[in-house]
């Protein structure tokens, strides 16, 4: 099954994408940590991503569908996967279908500006494989502890109140419109993202329907 987790920054597409992995036995794959990997081996391709993550901006289309591209050929992911910050223009969205890539379930997560701001500003990221915990409504057992792998958490270079308006900019102009995308193909299903996290997973499993 492959599945795509819509929604802007800070909605927790991460942390359904983990939760939907488990429940399924499909990888979750993250664009963002993909770019980030690349960024933390520090060539120059790494040093040019970084300066777009920075200022919150988009990394050009073809370079993301190509990692994209390379990290679904890998056999982990010949029975499905889902997508986690990709596509997200409608170029990329194309290059997918362009693939012969056939999309189950497009779900996205939705949630006002406001709340996004509040909730990024309490995001925490383990730095060694990042997993994703927020200070009030997603708390690691260990203060700063990633309860995973026990590295440090850290608050995102691109999760600064000023980056944080950008990345909102950019969804909504150039990411929002996969919404109606998707729902002329009749494949999108529409979760809020809620306080509990537990909530918001038992949306996720019905807007799955009989598939889990
Ligand atoms: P994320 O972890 O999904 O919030 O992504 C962090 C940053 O990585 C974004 O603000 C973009 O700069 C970049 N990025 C991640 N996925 C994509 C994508 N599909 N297309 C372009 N840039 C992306």
Request: with cysteine; net charge negative; aromatic share 4%.
């Amino acid at each position: 099954m492959r599945i795509i987790l819509l929604g802007a920054p800070g909605v927790g597409k991460g942390t359904q994408a983990d939760f939907i992995s488990q429940r399924l036995g499909i990888p979750a794959i993250s664009t963002g940590n993909l770019i980030r990997d690349a960024v933390s081996k520090g060539s120059e391709t790494g040093r040019k991503l970084k300066s777009y993550i920075d200022k919150g901006q988009l990394v050009p289309d073809e370079v993301v569908t190509l990692m994209l591209k390379e990290r679904i050929s890998l056999e982990d992911c010949k029975n499905g996967y889902i997508l986690d910050g990709f596509p997200r223009t409608v170029k990329q969205a194309e290059a997918l279908s362009e693939m012969g890539i056939e999309i189950d379930k497009v779900i996205d997560i939705e949630l006002s500006d406001d709340e996004i701001l509040r909730r990024l500003s309490g995001r925490r990221v383990c730095s060694s494989c990042g997993a994703t915990y927020h200070i009030l409504h997603n708390r690691s057992k260990k203060d700063n502890r990633c309860d995973k792998c026990d590295s440090a958490l850290t608050v995102r270079d691109d999760d600064k109140p000023e980056t944080i308006l950008e990345r909102l900019n950019v969804y909504h102009a150039q990411t929002e419109p996969l919404i109606n995308y998707y729902k002329d193909k009749g494949i999108l299903s529409l979760v809020s993202s809620c306080e509990k996290v537990s909530d918001t997973n038992e949306l996720m499993l019905e807007a799955l329907g009989a598939t889990v």
